[in-house]
Nanobody, 125 residues
């Protein structure tokens, strides 16, 4: 059973940066796509970024393109989301997700099989 644990969230001023981390255990997440999603109060969970099996392909939501960077370190079973130039509209709970056996997906939450518990990111104006 795959387990994902996010960390690195917090309160930051607009224009600031945060780096989210996702620690994976209990399964071969290195052989699959990984993604980050977020959910703001009263809104549906939305795709933020994805990285392919092996890390050769990256994808981003238009709203974060150029500001966020996803990466993975399979030797450490870690996935990261570097967030720069943060805006108040980036405020949400951020979730790490895994899709073992899937090469790459920028689809919705249904494309991913395992989820972390989420970490809160709050950007003040």
């Amino acid at each position: 059973q795959v387990q994902l644990v996010e960390s690195g969230g917090g309160l930051v001023q607009a224009g600031g940066s945060l780096r989210l981390s996702c620690a994976a255990s209990g399964g071969t997440v290195s052989r699959g796509a990984m993604g980050w999603f977020r959910q703001a109060p009263g809104k549906e969970r939305e795709f933020v970024a994805a990285i392919s099996w092996g890390g050769g392909r990256l994808g981003y939501a238009d709203s974060v393109k150029g500001r966020f960077t996803i990466s993975r370190d399979d030797a450490k079973n870690m996935v990261y989301l570097q967030m720069n130039s943060l805006k108040p509209e980036d405020t949400a709970v951020y979730y790490c997700a895994a899709a073992p056996g899937t090469y790459y997906s920028t689809g919705g939450p249904r494309a991913y099989d395992y989820w972390g518990q989420g970490t809160q990111v709050t950007v003040s104006s």
